[in-house]
């Protein structure tokens, strides 16, 4: 096979799971003697003058270190040029333009593009800009709202890092008689705060895809003749009437019925810690499955794992499968997104556990 010049980056909000990603994709390159470029700083690298890149091929930076979370490609700063920045002073287009341009300039033959759905939903939106080269996406995010695959990578650590820090949290519960509302991020999909609060066996996780009644929390709380607990929320849920963060909303609402209770907010430490090794068994299985898909020639595919089986499925159908709604940050945007559903075979674990779900499902 002819020698290939392959193009890898990261996009959107980092996780635990890019540098084991990145390196297994390198060791692939280099192993079928095929050029590797790192772009870095995401399409703000790739829209400068000229893109930031770094040659991986003869990469004598230590692998050693590709559990650690980040990416060593970077993914911008807050006030870099990207899709969102660029929707919002009306220069998308010329902004879309200029990647493509940059792309070209580059010629590579393949982009691996490792995003999340935001990400992937934007590779489809504006397909135009990858013309010309093969474009295999690889989905990461902590939210594990991506169709059509069971897992993302960053996911596992991310639920990891929640049930370290709730399982120190509730040695000081016990010590203070008191209970933790611990707030999750995972934006409007319940898998974090779902996957966690089993994981821990919170008394109570409430997510954005069911319904609660406060009144029936704090029944439930009572009920456990415990004084001390974790309660799990996840960062988009709502209370009528109510405003403020959800774990402080909660918090109040527990504390005016007697409750003892703080709430606490393990933040972006769940997009760091070292990777797990599923994490980077699913990050081995992405690299491979998208470098096969490259010798395939396929484009505009994106890995996936279903039941056990690694694969690729076409961006059409990614974006089809799921629940399209608009981009909050892009006018005229959609961002296909998967949820926590009614079936969910860990809802009914939770219900068996005797855990708290709520009440009525969305
Ligand atoms: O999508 C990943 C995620 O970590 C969400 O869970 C969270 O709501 C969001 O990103 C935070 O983003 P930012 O880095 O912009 O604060």
New binding site residues.
């Given amino acids: 096979m002819a020698r290939k010049k392959i193009g890898i980056m990261t996009t959107?909000?980092d996780?635990s799971g890019l540098n084991t990603v990145i390196q297994r994709v390198v060791d692939g390159c280099v192993r079928r003697k095929w050029d590797i470029l790192g772009i870095q700083d995401g399409t703000d690298g790739l829209s400068s003058i000229p893109a930031k890149t770094v040659d991986l091929t003869n990469e004598t930076f230590q692998f050693a270190s590709s559990h650690l979370a980040g990416s060593i490609l970077a993914n911008g700063n807050?006030h870099v040029t990207n899709f969102e920045s660029a929707a919002r002073s009306g220069k998308l287009s010329a902004f879309n333009k200029k990647l493509q341009k940059s792309l070209k300039e580059l010629n590579l033959d393949a982009l691996v593009l490792i995003g999340?759905n935001?990400s992937l939903s934007l590779a489809h939106l504006y397909n135009e800009i990858y013309n010309g080269l093969q474009l295999v996406c690889i989905p990461k995010?902590?939210?594990m709202d991506v169709p059509l695959t069971d897992k993302t990578v960053g996911f596992d650590t991310a639920v990891q890092q929640l049930v370290s820090y709730c399982d120190q949290l509730l040695l000081t519960a016990r010590s203070h008689h008191r209970w933790f509302v611990v707030q999750t991020?995972?934006?409007d999909c319940g898998q974090?705060a779902l996957h966690a609060g089993v994981a821990v066996g919170a008394d109570a996780i409430i997510i954005p895809e069911i319904k609660f009644d406060v009144n029936n929390l704090v029944k439930h709380i009572k009920q456990s003749k415990r004084d001390y607990g974790i309660i799990i929320v996840s960062?988009s849920i709502s209370i009528r009437g109510h405003s403020g963060k959800p774990a402080e909303m909660i918090s109040r609402q527990l504390t005016a019925a007697g409750i003892t209770n703080k709430p606490a907010f393990p933040e972006?430490i769940?997009?760091a810690g070292d990777t797990t090794a599923d994490d980077r068994i699913l990050a081995a299985g992405f690299a491979e499955t998208a470098l096969t898909a490259i010798e395939n020639n396929e484009t505009n595919v994106m890995t996936v794992v279903q039941n056990g089986e690694y694969k690729t499925i076409s961006l059409n159908e990614f974006f089809a499968a799921g629940k399209q709604q608009k981009d909050p940050n892009i006018v005229g945007a959609m961002t296909s997104n998967a949820y926590v559903e009614p079936d969910s075979v860990l809802l009914q674990i939770a219900t068996d556990m005797g855990i708290y779900i709520g009440e009525k499902r969305k």
């Fill in positions: 959107g909000g996780c807050a999340g935001g995010t902590i939210d991020m995972g934006r974090l960062e972006y769940q997009r």
